[in-house]
């Protein structure tokens, strides 16, 4: 990568822009002319590949990047299906701590390897900047008290030691690598409001410095909420990070473009979150999967920046790659509010306009697909139990909570919605009462059971340690978290969030003592617009004290339930929910007692939290009495867009960004006083259960290897639609009984101190243990188990045993492995270790329906065969029981340095074609390395 400009410049692009008395470099995009180009091509270009052209303008090398990627961009043609290949080189790469520990482990492993093959082991370094931002570790296990902050950040640096320790070697040891420490903010967040820069700058090394769009990728999927503020960037696997930077263009098809117009504005009770949840519908609805969304149009210039972020953000539940705004006075706007330099915010409007990036409301780019939204239109929504795009308009959340409750209940039972054995196990005085909502006497009788019929129902009576008793039933609000990048970001929602929760406190209302209240926000910028507005002890009262800066809930960091809840739940079975304001809430991800989750606005979390039920109408039912007795409706505690407006405008200062960000990387005084080892490699610690050196290099040889085709294959999972990287990839609690407990107790480390799959990224004999383990997969291969579990097919018997148990009796007979897949598989966060662990338990091939595009890109980049099954074909069209023995040929193909369209699979009699889908020349020198980190060590040994 060129850290300045272009060895060639073909067009004659580069010039100078002059801003405030200061002369930048900068390649202009209207040099691109000619050459069979129409009139006004460039012009008219989608705001996303203007970007991307300027890219390859300032790149162009004539090998890599040559004049005919660069008119071919410029001459795209909206309607055709993406073929051209294009080399795209990010500014910046940007880090969480759960993929990024992977990304430094990796980079110090392959320190050594350098070194071990004769090279200079500093060669092995960032050659773009790197930002990380801890913000994954931090688990909400303290909560409703004001201790809760400083407890849960205590309990996460005895938990992760050995990991900061770690970062702040690697924060040390490697140039243009920055680390946020904890208990600061969401990464996600903290880009937007601090190290996004919308125009970059860098020096050339000869005086000069060059002005250009700030691109990015990160290693998590919901790096698109930077798309907020006209930033092009998206997430990707940690592999891709790494090797981005190492100096790696990421390979890419110029993509479709999908033009989201929007007109009109939010009508009153309507949310950014309900905006959001609709437009994941809809282009979930449409097809979106591996296309770029822009959004245009009037409607643009009317919303505000953190509406956009947030939209942004959601982009991987579309299914997008980008859900992109254009740079536009609100940007400007934002910048400045969030403490960007005056001489900065000069350069984004003179550097926007010049190149023609500058938003026009009126203007119509070619784009290959259109879909357009009347914001009016937007009603108040959730999405869930499982699935980000299944929105649930709130005004019909209580007959889809009852629909969905037949899928995780056994309905063959009792259907009157009343049990009598419950009712005749307590007195008349303990009979059902909403009075006082349980909270303040110390034995009132409250209930979570429904007041009508109409679904299923398994009351259990909870008593909890300090006296209160209440009736715990299937739909029971148990976690109700203000929690995720998402919306934390979002001024609007939180104030709305804390405006519900002031109005329903003046009311005499309190939640539910059954539900689990947190408060996670992005920032502690919003900490301080809170206290400004005076709203915190409101929300305090209601239990939603601060637990962390992080992602806690969103990511299954919501520790464990009240503990009385909890058994109530195991004992009886119970489905209860988690109500969240997050961006994720597929099966098994947020708790593992929870099976039911939805997607909501902060103030409606605030709502549910007083509920305590989702078997209501929040329209309808009340939410509890007033200290009069009289009923309290949601409309009672409302705020309108007036209130909320009135609060933003007088409680959020520029001042607050300024002085919050002022020493970001400095950390707190633990983290300044973590002891950290020095030296240019990693010293690894041979007792280390958190960090330890990966095999992906061991006995690697200078020069790759031919590819061989692969014979005598079994099937280690045959799976069903919508196999998310959550499914396959390890996150949330180790469970004691799992591989990866047993390993950690065999390794000394006590039950309570297992910490989660993601804070022990680092360690891949723990993670090889709990790929496939997610307690929600279900195996065909072994039916009637669900989690972790598989056949022995080498067995005579063929017993259940543990996927990873499987695949060590698989690799010790040096039988290769297969997985076999429906529809989207691998959706879902950009989890790197879900290809790393398939990769380590033996895989090397997957065949599936279709793919979510980072899991593919991720499979090739550990050296895994990603295989589509013929079109309309599956495995059980064709007959495939997951038992057969496999064989792959025209694999070899590679080796003449083209890619196979097709390779012959053959099965035990069934036989087929299936599609290869390595998609660039770039991917194919991956795959021939046996991975995309072996490919970039040879290449930097040779240079």
């Avoid at 420490?181 to 090394?205: K, W, Y």
């Avoid at 891709?240 to 990421?250: F, I, N």
């Avoid at 239109?377 to 299944?390: E, I, M, N, W, Y």
Wanted: one cysteine or more.
């Amino acid at each position: 990568m060129s850290k300045a400009g272009s060895s060639q410049d073909s067009f004659g692009a580069k010039g100078t822009l002059d801003v405030d008395g200061k002369s930048y470099e900068i390649y202009r995009l209207d040099a691109v002319a000619g050459e069979g180009l129409p009139e006004g091509a460039v012009d008219s270009l989608p705001y996303s590949l203007k970007v991307l052209l300027e890219n390859l303008l300032r790149t162009e090398d004539g090998a890599n990047i040559t004049a005919d990627d660069i008119l071919a961009l410029a001459g795209w043609d909206a309607d055709a299906e993406p073929s051209k290949e294009i080399q795209f080189t990010p500014a910046r790469v940007i880090m969480q701590d759960f993929t990024g520990v992977p990304c430094v482990v990796d980079l110090a492993t392959m320190r050594e390897a350098m070194s071990e093959l004769g090279g200079d082991a500093t060669r092995i370094n960032p050659l773009a900047p790197a930002e990380m931002v801890i913000d994954h570790s931090v688990i909400a296990d303290v909560f409703g008290t004001p201790a809760a902050f400083e407890r849960n950040v205590e309990i996460e640096y005895e938990r992760n030691k050995e990991r900061y320790q770690f970062l702040r070697w690697g924060q040390g040891a490697f140039d243009d690598f920055k680390v946020v420490p904890p208990g600061t903010g969401i990464v996600h967040q903290v880009n937007i409001e601090h190290l996004a820069r919308t125009v970059f700058t860098r020096d050339s090394g000869d005086g000069t410095t060059v002005a250009y769009p700030d691109t990015c990728v990160g290693t998590d999927s919901h790096t698109t909420m930077v798309n907020g503020i006209g930033v092009v960037g998206w997430g990707v696997g940690g592999i891709e990070a790494e090797a981005a930077m190492l100096g790696q263009p990421v390979s890419m098809l110029i993509p479709r473009v999908v033009g989201f117009k929007l007109n009109g504005d939010l009508p009153e009770g309507a949310t950014a979150t309900d905006l959001v949840l609709t437009i994941t519908e809809m282009l979930r609805k449409h097809g979106v999967v591996g296309k770029f969304v822009e959004f245009y149009g009037p409607g643009v210039s009317a919303l505000p920046l953190a509406n956009r972020a947030t939209i942004g953000n959601m982009s991987p539940e579309f299914g997008s790659t980008i859900a992109v705004f254009p740079i536009d006075e609100e940007t400007t706007k934002y910048l400045e509010l969030t403490g960007r330099s005056e001489e900065q915010l000069k350069l984004v409007e003179a550097y926007a306009k010049e190149q023609g990036l500058w938003h026009d409301p009126t203007a119509e780019p070619r784009f290959s697909e259109k879909l357009e939204l009347d914001l009016a239109t937007v009603v108040p929504s959730l999405a869930g139990p499982k699935r980000p795009q299944d929105r649930v308009s709130l005004s019909e959340a209580k007959t889809s909570f009852r629909g969905a409750l037949a899928d995780y209940v056994d309905t063959s039972g009792d259907q009157d919605g009343y049990d009598e054995t419950v009712a005749e196990s307590f007195p008349a005085s303990d009979a059902p009462s909403h009075e006082g909502n349980g909270s303040e006497a110390p034995h009132d009788y409250v209930s979570a059971a429904p007041s009508d019929g109409g679904r299923p129902s398994n009351p259990a009576l909870v008593t909890l340690a300090d006296g209160r008793k209440f009736e715990l039933d299937h739909g029971a609000v148990a976690i109700a978290a203000i929690t995720s990048c998402t919306n934390t970001s979002n001024p609007s929602v939180m104030i709305g969030a804390a405006l519900v929760a002031k109005k329903a406190v003046e009311k005499g209302l309190t939640t539910k003592p059954w539900v689990k209240t947190t408060l996670a926000p992005g920032s502690k910028v919003v900490s301080d617009y809170y206290e400004r507005a005076g709203l915190t002890p409101y929300l305090d009262k209601l239990g939603f004290n601060l637990v962390g800066y992080g992602c806690t809930t969103c990511i299954g960091n919501s520790g464990p339930l009240i503990p009385e809840v909890s058994q109530a739940v195991n004992d009886n079975d119970l489905s209860v929910v988690s109500v969240l304001s997050g961006n994720r809430n597929f099966e098994g991800r947020i708790n593992p007692d929870v099976k039911m989750n939805y997607l909501a606005s902060p103030p409606l979390v605030v709502a549910y939290a007083l509920a305590g039920s989702m078997d209501l109408d929040l329209y309808a039912d009340p939410l509890g009495q007033d200290t009069d007795g009289n009923d309290v409706f949601m409309k009672d505690i409302w705020p309108t867009a007036a209130e909320v407006e009135e609060v933003i405008a007088h409680a959020i200062t520029s001042d607050m960004f300024t002085d919050d960000y002022a020493d970001v990387f400095a950390g707190d005084e633990r983290w300044q006083n973590l002891e950290t080892p020095s030296g240019d490699t990693f010293a690894w610690d041979s007792e280390s259960t958190y960090v330890r050196k990966p095999p992906y290099f061991d006995g690697m040889p200078e020069e790759p290897g031919p590819v061989v085709d692969i014979e005598g294959a079994r099937v280690l999972a045959k799976l069903g639609d919508s196999v998310t990287t959550d499914h396959i990839s390890p996150a949330g609690a180790i469970k004691k009984d799992s591989p990866a407990g047993k390993y950690l107790a065999e390794h000394g480390v006590s039950n309570r101190d297992f910490n989660s799959y993601g804070s022990r990224r680092g360690n891949h004999e723990v993670m090889i243990r709990g790929t496939f383990a997610n307690i929600r997969l279900r195996n065909q291969l072994a039916p009637g188990t669900e989690g972790g579990f598989t056949v022995d097919l080498t067995a005579e018997d063929k017993p259940v045993t543990t996927i990873f148990e499987a695949s060590e009796k698989y690799l010790a007979a040096g039988t290769p492995l297969v997985i076999l897949a429906g529809k989207e598989y691998g959706s879902g966060s950009s989890r790197d270790w879900a290809a790393k662990g398939t990769a380590l338990l033996g895989v090397k091939a997957v065949i599936a329906e279709s793919y979510e595009r980072i899991h593919r890109s991720n499979l090739i980049g550990m050296g895994v065969l990603p295989l589509q099954y013929p079109a309309g074909q599956s495995a059980e069209s064709l007959g495939l029981t997951g038992e057969e023995t496999f064989s792959f040929t025209g694999v070899t193909a590679l080796n003449d340095g083209t890619i196979p369209k097709t390779v012959h699979v053959s099965a035990d009699g069934v036989e087929f074609d299936a599609v290869v889908r390595i998609d660039t020349p770039g991917e194919a020198d991956y795959y021939r390395h046996g991975g995309i980190m072996q490919y970039v060590l040879r290449n930097l040994l040779k240079a």
